[in-house]
């Protein structure tokens, strides 16, 4: 099922652009190493079967990680944040993220809920806080950049591409971590790593525009429609 890194995990922008069209800053201005995190998660019958996925782009928006996890009896939630603190990891301390996710719980905690309960210490009060507190340390320690959220459910335009294409893409690893819960399968399972394709099953973004816009394709550029 691998590819041997065959091709490199880059998207291809019809014109170039100084910022993302989804955030208003200059992300070409920030000095320092920046991340554009994806992220979803859920479970089949919630609790049930958990799947969890996420996409980490540089900033010439080239996929640098794209993977998957499964594991079983899990909530929405829990797979939700894992999903970020999962992605977490795999960048290093001091750098920027430019965080993106569908989700209210997770939105609402990263700004506002989990400073609150770590501020007046109230972890022993939460749920999933095995999860949470490790990723708000985690979060502490990078510069955060929060922009609007993505919204899988309006992403098809009338021209075929898609307004969030790696909302997308982050929905169908989580689905292939619940697929995979259910049969057994337990893990963190890997489609792009270190910006190289290492499972046929990645799923890449061409035809980038200005706005962000782009097509979900295969590592062989074939495009696949993701519902």
Not at 97 to 106: C, E, G, L, T
Not at 146 to 155: F, L
Not at 166 to 193: H, M, Q, T, V
């Amino acid at each position: 099922r691998t590819s041997g890194g065959k091709t490199t995990a880059s998207a291809k922008k019809k014109s170039s652009s100084q910022s993302s069209a989804w955030s208003n800053f200059d992300k070409n201005a920030i000095p320092g190493e920046f991340y554009e995190i994806h992220t979803d998660g859920g479970a089949l019958h919630n609790p049930g079967p958990g799947g969890y996925g996420f996409v980490i782009l540089d900033r010439d928006m080239n996929i640098l990680t794209e993977a998957y996890g499964a594991k079983a009896d899990q909530t929405n939630n829990t797979m939700e944040t894992t999903a970020i603190l999962m992605a977490m990891k795999e960048t290093p301390e001091g750098c920027t993220i430019d965080f993106r996710a569908d989700s209210n719980y997770v939105y609402q905690g990263m700004q506002s809920w989990w400073a609150n309960w770590d501020a007046k210490n109230l972890w022993s009060e939460k749920k999933n806080t095995d999860l949470i507190r490790p990723l708000w340390d985690m979060v502490k320690k990078r510069r955060m950049v929060y922009g609007p959220k993505d919204h899988a459910h309006q992403s098809k335009l009338a021209d075929g591409k898609c307004a969030f294409p790696y909302n997308k893409i982050c929905d169908k690893l989580s689905n292939y971590g619940e697929e995979d819960a259910a049969a057994g399968r337990e893990g963190l399972f890997y489609l792009i790593k270190d910006g190289k394709v290492v499972d046929d099953r990645a799923i890449l973004v061409a035809d980038l525009d200005e706005s962000y816009h782009g097509v979900t394709v295969n590592p062989d550029g074939e495009r696949i429609v993701i519902d």
